[in-house]
């Protein structure tokens, strides 16, 4: 039987740290005034608050991860992590398109 709350507690430990790395290129938007402070706070914080929400709700649960769980972490962790890297996107209205903005952060996450 596959283990959800392993899934789940370590798709909330990659979606926090998806949120807390959108706050480094704010730095950056201030300096060169491009706008888009906004949109990078707003998608780190509800990166944040739903990754939190996604580990705090499997806390205390048993947390073995056999291979099943280990193939479904991987492509599940890239998904929510994709879609999570979309909001800036979306959000600040620079793609509105959710097909595009997704297209853009599926590229520049897998050339990095």
């Known amino acids: 039987m596959i ?3 392993a899934i789940f507690q370590i798709i909330g430990i990659l979606l926090m740290i998806v ?3 959108m706050f480094v290129p704010i730095g950056f938007s201030f300096y060169y005034d491009s706008g888009d402070a906004l949109s990078l706070v707003v998608s780190g914080v509800i990166s944040i608050v739903v990754g939190f929400i996604f580990f705090w709700s499997t806390r205390n649960k048993d947390l073995t991860v056999q291979k099943r769980e280990g193939y479904l972490i991987v492509s ?3 998904t929510f992590m994709l879609m999570a890297s979309t909001l800036p996107f979306i959000i600040s209205g620079s793609i509105p398109n959710l097909t595009d903005a997704f297209f853009e952060t ?3 996450m897998t050339t990095t």
Request: a neutral charge.
């Open 3 to 5: 283990n959800f709350n």
């Open 106 to 108: 599926v590229s520049g």
């Open 76 to 78: 599940m962790g890239w």
């Open 19 to 21: 949120g807390v790395f």
